[in-house]
């Protein structure tokens, strides 16, 4: 078995582990749950690793985008030059066909703060959760659209 196989292999099973999670409490009884417990916490642990290492790879993955994107604008520009230094505005290939052709102009925003008010897009309101939160739970306010839930118990995991 070769190594691509082998990481098919692990990544199918990685896959199967993350989707199947609904099941997890029904191996947990009264001689085991300890046990259980504390190899579901660790497997929390691993998992919010894995979270984190799944971030900071987008975060990388987008920052190459932005780098492909903008060497697709300089590509672009080099065929602009090229065509127009030796005067062609059509190139015609097997697979595609190259022309040049003139735009409408194009605005471009120098200093933002002189642009008058009546171009700019007012955002719509947005709730102050905190503070609805506060308003109904600590002052009592009943406020219509709005309703108190039950609360919820919460499991707190501290590493060592």
């Known amino acids: 078995?070769?190594?691509n196989?082998?990481?098919?292999?692990?990544?199918?099973?990685r896959g199967q582990l993350e989707a199947d999670v609904?099941?997890?409490?029904?191996?947990?009884?009264?001689e085991n749950f300890k046990t259980a417990c504390l190899e579901l916490a660790d497997e929390v642990a691993e998992r919010e690793c894995t979270v984190a290492?799944?971030?900071q790879r987008i975060a990388e993955l987008q920052e190459r985008k932005s780098r492909v994107e903008a060497s697709v604008e300089t590509i672009r520009d080099v065929i602009l030059q090229a065509m127009?230094?030796?005067?062609?505005n059509s190139i015609k290939g097997d697979l595609v066909t190259l022309s040049i052709s003139d735009r409408d102009p194009s605005v471009h925003i120098i200093d933002e703060s002189k642009i008058p008010a009546r171009f700019f897009k007012q955002p719509a309101p947005e709730?102050?959760?905190?503070?609805?939160?506060?308003?109904v739970l600590k002052d009592g306010e009943v406020i219509d659209g709005t309703e108190?839930?039950?609360g919820k118990i919460v499991l707190t995991i501290r590493r060592k």
């Open 1 to 3: 078995m070769g190594v």
């Open 5 to 13: 196989s082998n990481l098919d292999t692990i990544r199918r099973l």
């Open 22 to 30: 609904e099941g997890l409490s029904d191996g947990i009884n009264k």
């Open 53 to 55: 290492a799944l971030k």
């Open 84 to 88: 127009s230094i030796n005067e062609q």
């Open 127 to 135: 709730l102050d959760k905190k503070e609805l939160t506060r308003a």
């Open 148 to 150: 108190v839930g039950n």
